[in-house]
């Protein structure tokens, strides 16, 4: 027996809505500010699952891949010049 598809796109959202949640209740608490960067990396994450969600479940004809790639794009970018504004 296996999921639909949606199931387990859904799933990814919620677990990456949940490590936005944890990692910015981390930075509140410490205020380092890598959790910040990887807050704002796992929210672009986040809207890419969201995307990807919605083209399975709801607009399988609709071809949402660029913006889902301009989403992961983002997502690296901000956590890689996050560390590279840490280390100086």
């Known amino acids: 027996m296996s999921f639909p598809a ?3 796109h859904l799933v990814c959202l919620c677990t990456s809505v949940t490590c936005v949640v944890l990692l ?3 930075y509140r608490k ?9 807050t704002l ?3 672009f994450l986040s809207f890419n ?5 919605t083209n399975v479940a ?4 609709l071809d949402l891949r ?8 983002a997502a690296v970018t901000v ?10």
């Open 30 to 38: 410490s205020g380092i500010a890598l959790l910040f960067w990887s």
């Open 6 to 8: 949606h199931t387990i």
């Open 66 to 73: 660029l913006y889902r790639l301009i989403s992961n794009l």
């Open 49 to 53: 699952n969201l995307l990807l969600y």
């Open 24 to 26: 910015y209740r981390g």
């Open 79 to 88: 956590l890689l010049c996050g560390f590279i504004w840490e280390a100086e």
């Open 58 to 61: 709801f607009l399988p004809e």
């Open 41 to 43: 990396c796992f929210v």
